[in-house]
């Protein structure tokens, strides 16, 4: 099952022309971005985007669970994956991000490093994965686990996750918000510096699925060798001679 869309349609008004026919579109960014821009993330050309649809699921419940400390979250979050739990959702946030987004949602959820986990399915399925989920997280000693079925429980626990920023689980990839005054900027440059030298140590890259940006250009012949970097120049120079295409930003 299919839809096609036009430019300009966002997320969210797709899931409300949906809602009536019992399908739904699965990709949820956390943001309610257009569907075209989510495609071809700024690139030209895109007219209209056809996209697979699935059968909403009969029931829905969502965990949000309180564990001791960060790596019995993650250890949690591992065992989870290795048992092949089919997981719709799976989030991380630490104590501080739980402790920020009580303040600034008026939420009383426990701070500490906890883990939001979704699940999708039959009414079997979900008691199913429901009991291996609660077996799991009291092996890693969970302090608190607290599950929504309706829809407005499950977005009253989402309000957290919704207010806070991320990082992905799954991929390995790892975002960082830093606040700071302009004061501190030499400080934020000197520890963006260490992150990405420990990413690139433990084979990683310093871009994860985003493009370089003028922030982290510094780092290409870091993690890429000169010689490639020479190449890159190379081909930019063959294909662009002049300069017209995005001059002076990577080479």
């Known amino acids: ?20 026919t019992g399908l ?28 697979r649809l699935h059968g909403v699921p009969e029931l829905q419940r969502l965990a949000v669970c309180s564990f001791p400390s960060i790596q019995q979250a993650v250890d949690t979050c591992t065992a989870i994956m290795q048992m092949g739990i089919p997981v719709a959702r799976m989030e991380f946030m630490d104590e501080h991000t739980m402790a920020a987004t009580n303040k600034y949602s008026k939420l009383h959820n426990a701070e ?22 609660e077996a799991l997280t009291e092996e890693y000693d969970v302090q608190k686990v607290e599950w929504a079925t309706s829809t407005e429980d499950r977005a009253e626990l989402m309000k957290a996750r919704h207010a806070a920023w991320y990082a992905t689980l799954v991929h390995g990839n790892f975002h960082v918000m830093l606040p700071f005054v302009p004061a501190d900027y030499p400080q934020i440059q000197a520890f963006s510096d260490r992150l990405i030298e420990r990413a690139l140590a433990a084979g990683g890259t310093c871009t994860g699925e985003h493009g370089i940006g003028l922030g982290k250009k510094k780092y290409l012949a870091l993690e890429h060798g000169g010689a490639t970097t020479d190449v890159m120049r190379a081909i930019k120079a063959a294909l662009d001679p002049h300069e017209i295409l995005n001059p002076g930003k990577l080479f």
């Open 1 to 20: 099952m299919s839809c096609r869309v036009q430019a300009g349609v966002t997320r969210l008004q797709l899931e409300s022309e949906l809602r009536a």
């Open 24 to 51: 739904f579109f699965p990709v949820d960014p956390g943001a309610d971005a257009t569907l075209g821009g989510m495609v071809a993330t700024n690139a030209s050309g895109t007219t209209t985007v056809e996209l």
């Open 112 to 133: 500490l490093p906890s883990l939001v986990i979704e699940l999708n399915g039959t009414a079997d399925d979900i008691e199913n994965q429901t009991s291996m989920v």
